[in-house]
């Protein structure tokens, strides 16, 4: 079963800032079928980025993923007030069908 | 706009089922996979598995045993049904659309499995 590896754990940054998070995998992820998703305190997550790379409908283009094989990143060119909160990565399409990481948390520094 | 709502017991005694239901409002069940996700008070996402529209189903290998999730079309409503609950199954249950990657999510409704 692949193991998905989110760092860092908390990412201390301001408004403005740009944040860069990892997800790394133990296997080749096929496809590269990774998602992305955000999710902020007693809300349902939110979908961000799917195949890695493709923004959701209605995610704007701050943010982006990229990334292939078993390292991918989320990156958010400049932080809003709005985007402290957890960040999953998750894998799908394989066998299990479905895997997520242990998140990363973006807090205001 | 795809809405969906889980409905359910909030109290749960150890060793009895979990069982949840999800009804879907704002679009048509039909050639779409149906997930349910949990989430335990303070940790990370956990999938269950999931139910195709046909009524199809892909389970978590380590739930497998004790899961079943169906679907009914007519009522547009999927369900899980969590045999055996223990204090481990306590969580917030998140009812979804998609079997791989997923769009639309409810707002999720927190299970106690407690005596």
């Known amino acids: 079963e692949i193991v998905l590896t989110q760092s860092p754990g908390t990412l201390s940054l301001s408004p403005g800032e740009r944040a860069t998070l990892s997800c790394r995998a133990s296997?080749?992820?096929?496809?590269?079928?990774l998602a992305w998703y955000q999710q902020r305190p007693g809300q349902a997550p939110r979908l961000l980025i799917y195949?890695?790379?493709r923004r959701a409908t209605g995610i704007p283009d701050r943010f982006s993923g990229s990334g292939s094989g078993t390292d991918f990143t989320l990156t958010i060119s400049r932080l809003e007030p709005d985007d402290f909160a957890v960040y999953y990565c998750?894998?799908?399409?394989?066998?299990?069908?479905?895997?997520f990481g242990g998140g990363t948390k973006v807090e205001i520094k | 706009q795809v809405q969906l709502q889980e409905s359910g017991p909030g109290l749960v005694k150890p060793s009895e089922t979990l069982s949840l239901t999800c009804t879907v409002s704002?679009?048509?069940?039909?050639?779409?996979?149906w997930s349910w996700i949990r989430q335990p008070p303070g940790k990370g996402l956990e999938w269950i598995g999931y139910?195709?529209?046909?009524?199809?189903?892909n389970y978590n290998s380590s739930l497998k045993s004790r899961v079943t999730i169906s679907v009914d079309t007519s009522k547009n409503q999927f369900s899980l049904d969590l045999s055996s609950a223990t204090a481990a199954d306590t969580a917030v249950y998140f009812c979804?659309?998609?079997?791989?990657?997923?769009?639309?999510w409810g707002r999720g409704t927190l299970v106690t499995v407690s005596s």
């Open positions: 296997q080749s992820v096929s496809n590269n079928y």
């Open positions: 139910v195709f529209y046909s009524g199809s189903t």
């Open positions: 979804a659309r998609g079997g791989w990657y997923v769009d639309f």
């Open positions: 195949d890695a790379s």
């Open positions: 704002g679009g048509s069940m039909s050639s779409f996979y």
């Open positions: 998750q894998r799908y399409g394989g066998s299990p069908p479905s895997t």
